[in-house]
């Protein structure tokens, strides 16, 4: 035994042999491939929860904002409508009204107080 080949075992007390070599490169390779897998299916997962989230909030406030345009809605279509009554009231010319007076109802109908 030559000094070279005592220390190349003192270094590698494995054997290489090349089913062994195989074996290695293949693990190499999946743990190559499977980590950067990992992490990408790590990041999308995180991802995909934030984007939900931020989707349920911008639906409520689309809930709020359509509720507030519905109530906005009917104040206005009040409003035109009020304006619209104003303006048949000028234009049938009704007279303002100064003061009331009753009708005295004598015994001889049915409706009396």
């Known amino acids: ?3 070279q080949t005592a220390v190349s075992t003192l270094l590698l007390p494995i054997r290489l042999d090349k089913e062994t070599a ?3 490169l293949i693990f190499a390779i ?3 491939v499977i980590f950067p897998l990992l992490a990408f299916y ?3 997962m995180g991802d995909l929860v934030r984007k939900s989230y931020l ?5 409520q406030g689309l809930r709020e ?3 507030q345009n ?3 809605q009917n104040g206005a279509n009040n409003v035109i409508s009020l304006e619209s009554m104003e303006e048949k009231v000028r234009n049938l010319n009704f007279v303002e009204v100064s003061g009331i007076k009753y009708i005295l109802i004598s015994s ?3 409706v009396k107080e």
């Open 1 to 3: 035994m030559t000094s």
């Open 22 to 24: 195989i074996k290695g």
């Open 30 to 32: 999946v743990v190559l």
């Open 42 to 44: 790590l990041f999308q």
């Open 55 to 59: 989707i349920r909030n911008y639906e």
């Open 65 to 67: 904002i359509t509720s």
């Open 70 to 72: 519905f109530i906005l």
């Open 108 to 110: 001889d109908y049915l």
